[in-house]
C-alpha cells in the first residue's frame, strides 16, 4: 500500500508560480514512475505530467508544455510540479499518481496508475 499526500495548491494570480509536492510512502518510490494530473469543476481529468522512476525522462501535456517542470527525489520520496506562468485555466484539483513498480504504462493513460493522492486545489486568478 502507498500513500500519496499532495501540498503546495493555493491561490495565486495570473502570472504567478506555485511548486506542489507530493510525498509517497513506503519503499517502492523509486521504481515507480508518477504523474501529475488535474480536474477542474465539470470537466474530465486531464493528464498533466510524468516522470519515469530514473528521473531522467519527463513527459507533459501540450498545455502546460514550457510552463511546468516535474521532478522528482527519490531519496525523500517527494515528486514536485513546478508551475510558472499560471493561467485561469490551469485552476484545478492536482493529484499525483504512482504507476506499479518497474511499470512503464503510457505516461497520460488514467489506469496505468495504481495509487492516487487526494489532491490539492490550485486556483488561479485573472
Known amino acids: 500500500q502507498v500513500q500519496l499526500v499532495e501540498s503546495g495548491g493555493g491561490l495565486v494570480q495570473a502570472g504567478g508560480s506555485l511548486e506542489l509536492s507530493c510525498a509517497a510512502s513506503?519503499?517502492?518510490?523509486?521504481?515507480?514512475?508518477m504523474g501529475w494530473f488535474r480536474q477542474a469543476p465539470g470537466k474530465d481529468r486531464e493528464y498533466v505530467a510524468g516522470?519515469?522512476?530514473?528521473?531522467?525522462?519527463?513527459d507533459y501535456a501540450d498545455s502546460v508544455k514550457a510552463r511546468f517542470t516535474i521532478s522528482r527525489d527519490n531519496a525523500k520520496n517527494t515528486v514536485y510540479l513546478q508551475m510558472k506562468g499560471l493561467k485561469p485555466e490551469d485552476t484545478a484539483v492536482y493529484y499525483c499518481a504512482a504507476q506499479k513498480p518497474m511499470y512503464s504504462g503510457n505516461y497520460g493513460y488514467a489506469p496505468a496508475y495504481e495509487y492516487w493522492g487526494q489532491g490539492t486545489q490550485v486556483t488561479v486568478s485573472s
Open positions: 516522470i519515469f522512476r530514473s528521473g531522467v525522462i519527463t
Open positions: 513506503g519503499r517502492t518510490f523509486s521504481s515507480r514512475t
